[in-house]
């Protein structure tokens, strides 16, 4: 069993940043790829970004390209996504989640064994 808790969630304004962390409690979460997924309302949950248990691998939804970092620290159990350039329609509930079974970079949400409880972001336009 992995349990995850997101942080760092909050409102913020266009164009402004925000970090969230995951933190993850397994002894073995160096070998998990990691991912992060958003849900708006009304919406399906949505793949955002996922980096491999080394970080040697990343991968990014295109809305998301060229603002968004997702990094991991193993040593603290740990994955981040720093959110930058915000605009309204990053607006969502962002979940973590872990893949304990697979190595390879998972993009939908079956691929995903593990979830948080989820951190509200809100850009306000």
């Known amino acids: 069993q992995v349990q995850l808790v997101e942080s760092g969630g909050g409102l913020v304004q266009a164009g402004g940043s925000l970090r969230l962390s995951c933190a993850a409690s397994?002894?073995?979460?160096?070998?998990?790829?990691m991912g992060w997924f958003r849900q708006a309302p009304g919406k399906e949950r949505d793949f955002v970004a996922a980096?491999?248990?080394?970080?040697?691998?990343?991968y990014y939804a295109d809305s998301v390209k060229g603002r968004f970092t997702i990094s991991r620290d193993n040593a603290k159990n740990t994955v981040s996504l720093q959110m930058n350039s915000l605009e309204s329609e990053d607006t969502a509930v962002y979940y973590c989640a872990a893949d304990v079974s697979r190595p390879r970079l998972g993009i939908r949400r079956s691929d995903y064994d593990y979830w948080g409880q989820g951190t509200q972001v809100t850009v306000s336009s």
């Open positions: 980096i491999s248990w080394s970080g040697g691998r990343i």
């Open positions: 397994s002894r073995t979460f160096s070998w998990y790829t």
